[in-house]
């Protein structure tokens, strides 16, 4: 069934994930909702073509990046109001994840046009999956400020966070980001993803001093994504557990009573708690 319409109602916004690096991660559906598009809106029109061009796809193309997303969205929009299809894509990825895309996206969903999304290649995913770093919860920080004083103020403010960070860097600041991250952060794991799914792919799985000192010997080129491991969880205080619960054996409370109690609140074992509460009374 195809994808391509023009009617008097509101058309299909589609927003569609193409390839990272190796154009054969494309996927099926992907290639029909550009074939089957009355017009894509790419970020790169370039990239863009070179994917069309390798599956004989002849969709008009329009440019759609950060400098024209003002002027270019009410064009689209009165294109999708008018009833067409329009493909949205990035330079390569998920578009509107750190690249333009979410103004339309919110816009359309304003006038009640609908947005689909055609999922596929992320260089968020591909990284973190590889990175041999927790993956149960994680972060995207997206591009740390450039500047040296903001970027250290916003690595205090991720100084305590306990999921996993995955955050894009330049390559002539990667340095300089390590480096920052290692005076904050202390000495983690972390991996650095270089050019992921393309023909110079690398992964460098390390602490961030060794990276650190790493980036000086052998300084990196292309697209990165850097996958930091989280802050490790602060040991509960098990002597401030104890005297609590004494003190609520002290005001009338059950020995299991204050010690389930204070177990639930503190985070601390219960069974251990409760054995050394009992030592402690043992011993007074």
């Known amino acids: 069934m195809s994808d391509r319409r023009t ?20 996927t099926l ?5 550009l074939a089957d598009a009355n017009v894509i809106a790419a970020e790169d029109t370039r990239t863009t073509r070179k994917l069309l061009t390798q599956h004989s796809i002849r969709t008009p193309l329009v440019a759609y990046h950060e400098h024209n997303e003002t002027l270019r969205t009410p064009e689209l929009l009165g294109r999708l109001r008018a009833g067409e299809v ?34 596929g290649p992320s260089a968020i995913l591909a990284a973190l999956v590889v990175s041999g770093l927790p993956t149960d919860a994680f972060v995207f920080e997206g591009f740390l400020p450039r500047r040296g004083g903001e970027r250290r103020r916003r690595l205090e403010l991720l100084k305590a966070e306990p999921r996993t960070l995955v955050i894009f860097e330049a390559p002539h600041r990667i340095d300089a980001t ?43 080129k292309g697209e990165l994504v850097l996958v930091v491991e989280g802050a490790a969880a602060a040991a509960p205080d098990v002597d401030g557990a104890v005297e609590e619960v004494l003190q609520r054996i002290g005001n009338g409370e059950s020995v299991r009573e204050a010690t389930r109690s204070v177990a639930a609140l503190r985070g601390v074992p219960r069974r251990a708690l409760y054995d050394r509460v009992l030592q402690q009374r043992g011993s007074s």
């Open 7 to 26: 009617s008097s109602g509101p058309g299909r916004l589609f927003v569609v994930a193409t390839p990272i690096g190796n154009l054969s991660d494309v």
């Open 29 to 33: 559906r992907a290639l029909r909702v």
């Open 86 to 119: 329009v493909a949205l894509v990035s330079e390569s990825g998920t578009p509107s994840i750190s690249d333009p895309g979410y103004r339309l996206v919110r816009e359309a969903i304003a006038a009640q046009i609908p947005v689909e999304p055609v999922p």
């Open 178 to 220: 390590v480096t920052d991250m290692v005076e904050v952060f202390g000495d983690r794991r972390v991996a650095l993803c270089r050019e992921l799914t393309k023909m110079h792919e690398e992964v460098r799985r390390s602490s961030l001093a060794e990276l650190a000192a790493s980036l000086r010997r052998r300084p990196v």
